[in-house]
T-cell receptor
Framework: GAVVSQHPSRVICKSGTSVKIECRSL??????MFWYRQFPKQSLMLMATSNEGSKATYEQGVEKDKFLINHASLTLSTLTVTSAHPEDSSFYIC????????????FGPGTRLTVT | DAKTTQPTSMDCAEGRAANLPCNHSTISGNEYVYWYRQIHSQGPQYIIH???NNETNEMASLIITEDRKSSTLILPHATLRDTAVYYC????????????FGQGTRLTINP
């Protein structure tokens, strides 16, 4: 199978601090990873697309200086929420795709961020 | 914006077939139809995808109309564990290949 993990699964941080979320593809190399955010009772919203070794592409309305994405290797992408505020509290989910020709995208279990 | 329309919610009895419809009347020739589901507080799970032919795997069957403007996901023998939000998504074969999620259908399997 294709397994994607996220760490941590839950995190609570104080307002103004930064928090890093890791996304790993455990048994395949992911040339592309995606980051989503999901508020309660809402659908997933794509935040950005990251390709290994290059800058992430952010969706309209997503602040790239606030949500820093690093895809340093073919198995790891990180999302750092900088200067977090309570409105950043959400469920953050990553997904990974094996290669450009591969049509399936595999999702991680998500990270619940609570900013107090 | 999502390019699909799904009913907000559906109910199905355990053991019965669950048929989830999806309208994608503006689908173009280079777009696949994907189905994912999300069980509460988990990441989405891939179910099945297709281009124009009907598809079947161990989880479900996908029936796509001949004009490709709509499709139906069939869970042949629904169980309580199939209770989830089901998302129908169209996505380009080439290009960015982003998955854009709509609101999905909340399927409840009743005992």
């Amino acid at each position: 199978g294709a397994v994607v993990s996220q760490h941590p699964s839950r995190v609570i941080c104080k307002s103004g601090t930064s928090v890093k979320i890791e996304c790993r593809s455990l048994d395949f190399q992911a040339t592309t990873m995606f980051w989503y955010r999901q508020f309660p009772k809402q659908s997933l919203m794509l935040m950005a697309t990251s390709n290994e070794g290059s800058k992430a592409t952010y969706e309209q309305g997503v602040e790239k200086d606030k949500f820093l994405i690093n895809h340093a290797s073919l198995t790891l992408s990180t999302l750092t929420v900088t200067s977090a505020h309570p409105e950043d509290s959400s469920f953050y989910i990553c997904s990974a795709r094996k290669d450009r020709g591969f049509v399936e995208q595999y999702f991680g279990p998500g990270t619940r961020l609570t900013v107090t | 914006d999502a390019k699909t329309t799904q009913p907000t919610s559906m109910d199905c009895a355990e053991g019965r077939a669950a048929n989830l419809p999806c309208n994608h009347s503006t689908i173009s020739g280079n777009e696949y139809v994907y189905w994912y589901r999300q069980i509460h507080s988990q990441g989405p799970q891939y179910i099945i995808h297709g281009l124009k032919n009907n598809e079947t795997n161990e989880m479900a069957s996908l029936i796509i109309t001949e004009d490709r403007k709509s499709s139906t996901l069939i869970l042949p023998h629904a169980t309580l564990r199939d209770t989830a939000v089901y998302y129908c998504i169209v996505r380009e074969i080439q290009g960015a290949q982003k998955l854009v999620f709509g609101q999905g259908t909340r399927l409840t399997i009743n005992p």
